[in-house]
C-alpha cells in the first residue's frame, strides 16, 4: 500500500469488526467500478468525513483469501460472462488478520440483487464433508462432490461504513491470481470498487463522486478475470472489453 493511501486511510474514523458487521448487507444491491490507484486517492480524499473505516489492530487495508470452485467445464463462469441471470459463485474465503475461513455462495438473481450465504468452517475439517455438502446443495444447483477447485485469489481490501445510512463500499487493491498458490499473476495498479446498498440509489453520494471522476458502474468479477488470464482456452469475446478497460488503467496486464 502507497504511503498516500495509508495517510488517507488513517483520516477515517474507524469502526470494529464487530460494529461493522452491523452493515454486512448480505442481502443486497451491488455496483461495481473499476479505476487506477491514483485515481482512488482523489476519491478517497473527498469522502472521508462520511465513512468510517473497518480497522482490525490498527490495519485498515486487510488481506483476504479466496478459492474458487466451479464445475470442471466453468459452468458457473460461463454462466456469468455469457449474461445469464439468476447465477451462482462458491468459495471459500479466509481472513488471515483474524484466522475465520468460510464456505461462502452468491447468488446473483434476475432484478440486480445479490444473496450471499455463508458458513463457518474449521481449519483441520476436510473440505469435502457432510456440513458443507449440505449447504453446497441447498444454497445452490451443485452438488460439492461435482465441484473442483479452479483458481485462488488474494488481495488486500478496504471497507468503508456508511455513518448515517445502510451502506458500505469495498475497495479491493493488490489483486492476484493463482492456480496453485506458487505463481501469482497481479491484475496490476486497479482498484475495484464495490457500493453495496440495501435497494440501489443513483442519488447516493458516492455515485455522483464517481460521476464527477467520469467513472460508471462496470460489469466486473475477479473469478471471471482471473479464469480469463489464467486459462487460455476459456477466452469468451464478453471479456475482452473488460481486459481492454483494465490495459488502459494499467501497464502490467499482459
Not at 61 to 74: E, H, I, M, Q, V
Not at 117 to 123: A, D, G, L, P, T
Not at 180 to 190: I, N, Q, R, S, T
Request: hydrophobic share 35%; charged share 30%.
Amino acid at each position: 500500500m502507497s504511503v498516500d493511501l495509508q495517510q488517507l486511510l488513517n483520516h477515517f474514523e474507524p469502526i470494529s469488526l464487530n460494529d461493522a458487521d452491523k452493515a454486512r448487507l448480505m442481502n443486497r444491491v451491488d455496483s461495481k467500478f473499476v479505476v487506477s490507484v491514483d485515481k482512488l486517492e482523489e476519491i478517497l480524499s473527498e469522502i472521508w468525513s462520511d465513512y468510517q473505516v473497518l480497522s482490525i489492530d490498527g490495519v485498515r487495508n486487510l488481506p483476504y483469501r479466496t478459492k474458487y470452485l466451479d464445475t470442471p467445464d466453468f459452468a458457473m463462469f460461463k454462466a456469468h460472462v455469457n449474461g445469464k441471470l439468476n447465477r451462482y459463485k462458491v468459495r471459500f474465503r479466509e481472513y488471515p488478520l483474524t484466522g475465520m475461513r468460510f464456505l461462502e455462495s452468491k447468488f446473483k438473481l434476475n432484478r440486480g440483487r445479490t444473496i450471499k450465504k455463508r458458513i463457518s468452517r474449521q481449519e483441520r475439517i476436510p473440505e469435502e464433508n457432510e456440513v458443507e455438502d449440505q449447504f453446497v446443495s441447498e444454497q445452490t444447483p451443485y452438488n460439492r462432490e461435482d465441484l473442483e477447485t479452479k483458481l485462488y485469489n488474494k488481495f488486500n481490501r478496504i471497507s468503508l461504513i456508511h455513518k448515517r445510512v445502510n451502506e458500505r463500499i469495498t475497495i479491493d487493491t493488490d489483486i492476484h491470481f493463482s492456480l496453485d498458490k506458487e505463481e501469482w499473476k497481479a491484475l496490476g495498479d486497479v482498484s475495484v470498487i464495490e457500493l453495496k446498498q440495501e435497494q440501489f440509489s443513483r442519488h447516493a453520494g458516492f455515485t455522483h463522486i464517481l460521476r464527477k471522476h467520469g467513472i460508471r458502474p462496470v460489469g466486473f468479477s475477479k473469478y471471471c478475470i482471473g479464469v480469463s488470464m489464467l486459462y487460455p482456452d476459456t477466452k469468451i469475446n464478453r471479456m475482452k472489453q473488460k481486459i481492454l478497460l483494465l490495459n488502459k488503467l494499467t501497464k502490467h496486464l499482459s
